[in-house]
C-alpha cells in the first residue's frame, strides 16, 4: 500500500490484515496490523484485531496485551464481545484471557 494518506493506508492495513486471516496467513495478518499500530496507535480496530490474531496462534499474553491496548481506546468494551468472536476459541479457557474476559462489564 503506496502514496495514500496516513489514514488511508491504515485502513487499507487494516482491510488487507483481515483478509490476510481468513485466508489463515495469520502472520502476515500481524505484520499488517502491526504497521496499521504504527501508523496510528490509537486505531482501536487494528489493537483488536491484533488481539484476535494472537489468540489464533494461541498466545493469551500477547492476545490480553492488544486487547488492554482496545479497552484504553474503547472504555465501553463490553465482555459479549469477546463472548461472541470465535477468533477467541483457542485461549477462551486460558487464565490470562479468562481474567481480562471478566474484567470487562457485561
Known amino acids: 500500500v503506496v502514496d ?6 491504515a485502513d487499507a492495513l487494516i482491510n488487507r490484515g483481515v483478509a490476510k486471516g481468513r ?3 495469520i502472520d502476515e ?9 504504527r501508523l496510528q496507535q ?26 488492554k491496548q482496545w479497552q484504553k481506546l474503547e472504555p465501553a468494551a463490553k465482555r459479549k464481545k469477546l463472548d461472541d468472536d470465535p477468533d477467541f476459541e483457542r485461549i ?7 481474567a481480562f474476559r471478566d474484567s470487562l462489564p457485561e
Do not use: M
Not at 495514500?4 to 493506508?9: A, I, V
Not at 477462551?92 to 479468562?98: K, L
Open 92 to 98: 477462551r479457557t486460558e487464565t490470562t484471557f479468562v
Open 42 to 67: 490509537d486505531k482501536k480496530a487494528a489493537w483488536y484485531n491484533l488481539g484476535c490474531f494472537e489468540a489464533q496462534l494461541g498466545d493469551a499474553s500477547k492476545t490480553v496485551a492488544a486487547l
Open 4 to 9: 495514500l494518506p496516513e489514514e488511508q493506508k
Open 23 to 25: 485466508l489463515g496467513d
Open 29 to 37: 495478518a500481524i505484520a499488517d496490523t502491526k504497521e496499521v499500530i
